[in-house]
Structure formats: C-alpha cells, structure tokens
C-alpha cells in the first residue's frame, strides 16, 4: 500500500528526493513519516507530516537539510534530502499514522499502522 522509490547512490554534497506513493487506503487522513535504518542500527525517525495542519517535525540530525511535503491529489509524500552526508546512508522508510497522532509522538515508530518497503540510499565521501 505503500511503495518508495527515489533511494540510489549520490556523493556527499549532492541532493535527491525519495517519493512515497500509496494506493489502497485514504491517504489524505493520514501522517505521514519517514524513517531510516543503516546496516546494524536500530530504525530512527526522519521526518514527519501531519495530517491535518501539514506541520512538519524532523530529526535533529537532518533538520535544515531534509524537507518532507505531501501532495494529497497524488497521494504521495516526499522528502527532499540536501547537502547529503555519508552518516545519510541507509535504508528509508515511509510509513502512515493514524490523524489522531499528535505531532510529537509521530517520531515513534509504533504509532505507525502501514509501512511501505525501504529504498536504499547510499551517500558516498
């Protein structure tokens, strides 16, 4: 139901933008999130969209480099990633919450009901 695209291989510096699109559920009254996983860490929080107020939320560790957004008539979220860094390298993950998710508990992965499959990127020095 929730399928990303985008990952590839990109220098340090460079710029890319993963998408997420969903089919099959009403993704207009969903948040939206995106996480991450590199080999051997645990899943981390990367960014994060509301549902209704479009208020973001991100990680420390991509806050000022990475911009989530969602087009609701294509149901689908993006995350532009700037200024990519080799510690970006991992897997990435979308995933959608319930509207009922406040922003602040939308950086945990157990509000989460649908996960779409990861898209590798690989950010090379």
């Known amino acids: 139901q929730l399928q990303a695209s985008g990952g590839g291989l990109v220098q340090a510096g460079d710029s890319l933008r993963l998408s997420c699109a969903a089919s099959?559920?009403?993704?207009?009254?969903?948040?939206m999130g995106w996480f991450r996983q590199a080999p051997g860490n645990v899943r981390e929080f990367v960014a994060a969209?509301?549902?209704?107020?479009?208020?973001?939320y991100y990680a420390g560790s991509v806050k000022g480099r990475f911009t989530i957004s969602r087009g609701n008539s294509k149901n689908t979220v993006y995350l532009q990633m700037n200024s990519l860094k080799p510690e970006d390298t991992a897997a990435y993950y979308c995933?959608?919450?319930?509207?009922?998710?406040?922003?602040?508990?939308?950086?945990?992965?157990?509000?989460?009901?649908?996960w779409g499959q990861g898209t590798e990127l690989t950010v090379s020095s």
């Open positions: 969209i509301s549902y209704r107020t479009r208020s973001t």
């Open positions: 099959g559920l009403n993704f207009g009254i969903y948040s």
């Open positions: 995933a959608a919450a319930p509207q009922s998710t406040i922003l602040s508990e939308l950086r945990h992965s157990k509000q989460y009901h649908y």
